[in-house]
C-alpha cells in the first residue's frame, strides 16, 4: 500500500494574497485558544484537513500527524465512551452537539475535552466539513472536585462532631443550676456562650450547605398545605429567645384563616430568616411586626416590618445577593453570615413568588415576599 503524503486542501499557508476579510478570519482562527479542526465528511471516514495551532498544543501532536486521520485517535482505546454514541449520532443527523470526552495528548495523558462539533453547509444548503471545536476543561473538573470535596467535609466532618458537641453543651446548659451551685456561675456562663456560639456554627454550616444545594439545583421542595397563622406562630417561636434577649417585642397583624401550598420547612425557614434580622437591626425596646395579608390572583404576601436603621435604595439591591453583606463589620456584629438573604430569595423563587424590601434610611424596613396560595403550573 502506497503511503499517502499527509496533505491538506485546506492549507492555510496560501500563496496568494488573501482578501482582507478572510485574511482576518484566518489569523482570528490561528489565534484562537480553543483547538479548531475542520473535516471533510465527502471523503473516507471524515478526516481532518485543518487543525489550528491550539488544536496542535492541546493533544500534543503535528500538523502532519493529524491531518488526513479522523479525530477519533484521541481516544486511544478508550472509545467504549456513552457520549460518542450521541456525537456518532449527530454526525450523522448533520446536528450541532456539545459533548464530554476523555481525549488523550500523544504522550498519553487524559484531558477530558469539551467538544462542540458543528455542520458547515454551503450556499446552497450542502455539507462541506464539519467544524470541531476543542476546549479542555480538565482543570475546571479538577477544581470542581475539589470544591465538591469541600462540601462534603463541611457536611460531614465538620457538621457531625459539631452535633455532637451541641448535645453535650445542651446537657450541661440543662445543668446550670448545678454548675452554678458546684463551680460559681461564672462556669454556667461560659457553657452557654459556647452553646450560643455552636448553634451559630451549625446555622452558619446550614446556610453553607444550603446554598451549595441550590447552586446545584438539587434542593427539592416537598408542598403540603398549612394554614399561615400556625405557621407565622411557629416563626415567632423560633425567634423568640433572640427577641427577649434582644428586648425586642413581636407583633402579629392578624390576617384572617389563610391556607398555603408550599413546603413548610422552607417558607418557615425564610419567614424566621427575616424575623431573625429585624430583630437583629432592632434597638432594644422597639417593636418588629409580621403582617400576612391575602392579595388578587391568589396570592399571599408576607410582611416583617421593623424600626431598625433602615437601608439605602442603592444598597436593597445588593442585599439578596450571596456573601453580600452592606457592612460586614456590623454584620459580623450581628452574627449573620450574609447567606441568609441570598438563601430566603432563592427559596421564594423556586415557588414562583418574589421577595424585596422597602425602606428608607432612617426610616425602619419593610422585607416581603408573595407566594401563590397553590403552586402555579410553570
Ligand atoms: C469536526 C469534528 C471534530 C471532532 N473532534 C473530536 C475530538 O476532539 N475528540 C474525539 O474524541 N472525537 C472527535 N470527533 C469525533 C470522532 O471523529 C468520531 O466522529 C466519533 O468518535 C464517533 O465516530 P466513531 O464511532 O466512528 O469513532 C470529532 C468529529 C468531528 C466531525
Same mark, same amino acid.
Given at each position: 500500500?502506497?503511503?499517502?503524503?499527509?496533505?491538506?486542501?485546506?492549507?492555510?499557508?496560501?500563496?496568494?494574497?488573501?482578501?482582507?476579510?478572510?485574511?482576518?478570519?484566518?489569523?482570528?482562527?490561528?489565534?484562537?485558544?480553543?483547538?479548531?479542526?475542520?473535516?471533510?465528511?465527502?471523503?473516507?471516514?471524515?478526516?481532518?484537513?485543518?487543525?489550528?495551532?491550539?488544536?496542535?498544543?492541546?493533544?500534543?501532536?503535528?500538523?502532519?500527524?493529524?491531518?488526513?486521520?479522523?479525530?477519533?485517535?484521541?481516544?486511544?482505546?478508550?472509545?467504549?465512551?456513552?457520549?460518542?454514541?450521541?456525537?456518532?449520532?449527530?454526525?450523522?443527523?448533520?446536528?450541532?452537539?456539545?459533548?464530554?470526552?476523555?481525549?488523550?495528548?500523544?504522550?498519553?495523558?487524559?484531558?477530558?475535552?469539551?467538544?462542540?462539533?458543528?455542520?458547515?453547509?454551503?450556499?446552497?444548503?450542502?455539507?462541506?466539513?464539519?467544524?470541531?471545536?476543542?476546549? %479542555?476543561?480538565? &482543570?475546571?473538573?479538577?477544581?470542581?472536585?475539589?470544591? *465538591? /470535596?469541600?462540601?462534603?467535609?463541611? @457536611?460531614?466532618? $465538620? !457538621?457531625?462532631?459539631?452535633?455532637?458537641?451541641?448535645?453535650?453543651?445542651?446537657?450541661? %446548659?440543662?445543668? &446550670?443550676?448545678?454548675?452554678?451551685?458546684?463551680?460559681? *456561675? /461564672?462556669?454556667?456562663?461560659?457553657? @452557654?456562650?459556647? $452553646? !450560643?456560639?455552636?448553634?451559630?456554627?451549625?446555622?452558619?454550616?446550614?446556610?453553607?450547605? %444550603?446554598?451549595?444545594?441550590?447552586?446545584?439545583?438539587?434542593?427539592?421542595?416537598?408542598?403540603?398545605?398549612?394554614?399561615?397563622?400556625?405557621?407565622? !406562630?411557629?416563626?415567632?417561636?423560633?425567634?423568640?429567645?433572640?427577641?427577649?434577649?434582644?428586648?425586642?417585642?413581636?407583633?402579629?397583624?392578624?390576617?384572617?384563616?389563610?391556607?398555603?401550598?408550599?413546603?413548610?420547612?422552607?417558607?418557615?425557614?425564610?419567614?424566621?430568616?427575616?424575623?431573625?434580622?429585624?430583630?437583629?437591626?432592632?434597638?432594644?425596646?422597639?417593636?418588629?411586626?409580621?403582617?400576612?395579608?391575602?392579595?388578587?390572583?391568589?396570592?399571599?404576601?408576607?410582611?416583617?416590618?421593623?424600626?431598625?436603621?433602615?437601608?439605602?435604595?442603592?444598597?436593597?439591591?445588593?442585599?439578596?445577593?450571596?456573601?453580600?453583606?452592606?457592612?460586614?463589620?456590623?454584620?459580623?456584629?450581628?452574627?449573620?453570615?450574609?447567606?441568609?438573604?441570598?438563601?430566603?430569595?432563592?427559596?421564594?423563587?423556586?415557588?414562583?413568588?418574589?421577595?424585596?424590601?422597602?425602606?428608607?434610611?432612617?426610616?425602619?424596613?419593610?422585607?416581603?415576599?408573595?407566594?401563590?396560595?397553590?403552586?402555579?403550573?410553570?
Amino acid at each position: 500500500m502506497v503511503k499517502e503524503e499527509p496533505s491538506s486542501d485546506y492549507d492555510l499557508s496560501l500563496e496568494v494574497e488573501p482578501p482582507p476579510a478572510l485574511e482576518a478570519l484566518l489569523r482570528a482562527v490561528e489565534a484562537a485558544r480553543n483547538g479548531i479542526v475542520l473535516t471533510d465528511p465527502g471523503r473516507d471516514d471524515n478526516p481532518i484537513v485543518y487543525a489550528n495551532p491550539s488544536f496542535l498544543e492541546l493533544t500534543g501532536y503535528s500538523l502532519p500527524e493529524v491531518i488526513g486521520k479522523n479525530c477519533r485517535f484521541l481516544q486511544g482505546s478508550d472509545n467504549q465512551q456513552d457520549e460518542i454514541e450521541k456525537l456518532r449520532l449527530a454526525i450523522a443527523q448533520e446536528k450541532h452537539i456539545t459533548v464530554l470526552l476523555r481525549n488523550y495528548t500523544k504522550s498519553g495523558v487524559l484531558f477530558w475535552n469539551e467538544l462542540t462539533v458543528s455542520p458547515v453547509h454551503n450556499e446552497r444548503g450542502q455539507l462541506i466539513n464539519f467544524i470541531g471545536i476543542q476546549n %479542555d476543561i480538565s &482543570a475546571r473538573l479538577e477544581a470542581d472536585t475539589r470544591i *465538591a /470535596e469541600f462540601y462534603s467535609m463541611i @457536611s460531614h466532618e $465538620l !457538621r457531625t462532631p459539631l452535633s455532637s458537641i451541641r448535645a453535650s453543651l445542651g446537657l450541661l %446548659d440543662d445543668r &446550670a443550676e448545678v454548675i452554678t451551685r458546684h463551680t460559681g *456561675a /461564672e462556669n454556667a456562663h461560659l457553657v @452557654s456562650i459556647a $452553646l !450560643r456560639n455552636t448553634d451559630r456554627l451549625i446555622r452558619l454550616i446550614g446556610d453553607i450547605i %444550603d446554598i451549595r444545594k441550590i447552586e446545584l439545583g438539587k434542593l427539592e421542595l416537598n408542598y403540603t398545605r398549612f394554614g399561615v397563622n400556625q405557621l407565622v !406562630r411557629d416563626s415567632i417561636s423560633e425567634v423568640s429567645a433572640l427577641a427577649g434577649q434582644s428586648n425586642v417585642e413581636i407583633k402579629v397583624e392578624p390576617g384572617g384563616r389563610l391556607h398555603l401550598t408550599a413546603d413548610r420547612d422552607r417558607i418557615l425557614q425564610v419567614l424566621v430568616n427575616l424575623l431573625a434580622n429585624a430583630i437583629k437591626f432592632s434597638e432594644p425596646g422597639k417593636t418588629v411586626s409580621v403582617r400576612v395579608t391575602s392579595l388578587p390572583r391568589s396570592t399571599i404576601k408576607f410582611e416583617v416590618i421593623d424600626n431598625g436603621p433602615g437601608i439605602a435604595a442603592s444598597d436593597a439591591r445588593s442585599l439578596f445577593v450571596k456573601f453580600k453583606q452592606l457592612d460586614s463589620s456590623d454584620s459580623r456584629r450581628k452574627g449573620g453570615s450574609g447567606l441568609g438573604l441570598a438563601i430566603s430569595r432563592s427559596l421564594v423563587e423556586m415557588h414562583g413568588g418574589a421577595i424585596g424590601v422597602n425602606s428608607r434610611v432612617g426610616e425602619g424596613s419593610t422585607f416581603w415576599f408573595t407566594l401563590a396560595k397553590q403552586p402555579r403550573a410553570r
